[in-house]
């Protein structure tokens, strides 16, 4: 079982629809939790971090940590073409002196 | 203020030849963190440093990958005897010291291509 998994897709989601981009962990001392995003060619783009169970909202992007289950998710609301690319899922585990783990990532297709 | 720079943003190697990957960290920041990237997938951890030291190296995946921060600040991968499965997207992340993770911010990376 792979630490960090995402769906693949890709996910595809007309223009102005929310995007729901979920990803599960397997540790269960993971602490941290982030999303980046990653435009073909380029490299990842932080856009959210949590670290506590709840909601966390900043603009259009809604990140949600649920510890117990092991999931983090990513809601991207409103989606424009513009959101299209991979959203990788990183976590950070207790003692592993701040590296991140990675998914494989999701890759988001908006759809005008 | 500049972000994470790294160079060169290509490099194509003959396999068997020595490479370096340069990175330069945002200003301040002590921690430095070294990934590759293969097509497809996210990126994979390398190597750590705080300051000049390496703290953890446990993602490099032979004795022909090196890297070095002698002075806390810029780094560089080193890759002896390149092989073809080398060929990557080498990523360089800097952050703050920070053991919860405030984030790492990423360089634009270094396409390796062994042939």
């Known amino acids: 079982q792979k630490e960090v998994e995402q769906n693949s897709g890709p996910l595809s989601v007309p223009e102005g629809a929310i995007a729901s981009l979920n990803c599960t962990y397997s540790d269960r001392v993971s602490q941290s939790f982030f999303w980046y995003r990653q435009y073909s060619g380029k490299s990842p783009e932080l856009i959210m971090s949590i670290y506590s169970n709840g909601d966390k909202e900043d603009g259009r992007f809604t990140a949600q940590l649920n510890k117990a289950s092991q999931y983090v998710s990513l809601l991207i609301r409103d989606s424009q073409p513009s959101d299209s690319a991979t959203y990788l899922c990183a976590v950070i585990n207790t003692g592993t002196a701040s590296k991140l783990t990675f998914g494989t990532g999701t890759r988001l297709q908006v759809t005008l | 203020g500049a972000g994470v720079s790294q160079s060169p943003r290509y490099k194509v190697a003959k396999r068997g030849q020595d490479v370096a990957l340069r990175c330069d960290p945002i200003?301040?920041?002590?921690?430095l963190f070294w990934y590759q990237q293969a097509l497809g997938q996210g990126p994979e951890f390398l190597t750590y440093?705080?300051?000049?030291?390496?703290?953890?190296k446990s993602g490099l995946p032979s004795d022909r990958f090196f890297a070095e921060r002698p002075e806390g600040s810029v780094s560089t991968l080193k890759i002896q005897r390149t092989q073809q499965e080398d060929s990557a997207v080498y990523l360089c992340?800097?952050?703050?010291?920070?053991?919860?993770?405030?984030?790492?911010?990423f360089g634009p990376g270094t396409r390796l291509t062994v042939l």
């Open positions: 992340a800097s952050s703050l010291l920070d053991y919860i993770g405030r984030g790492q911010f």
């Open positions: 440093f705080q300051n000049e030291a390496q703290l953890d």
């Open positions: 200003s301040g920041h002590v921690s």
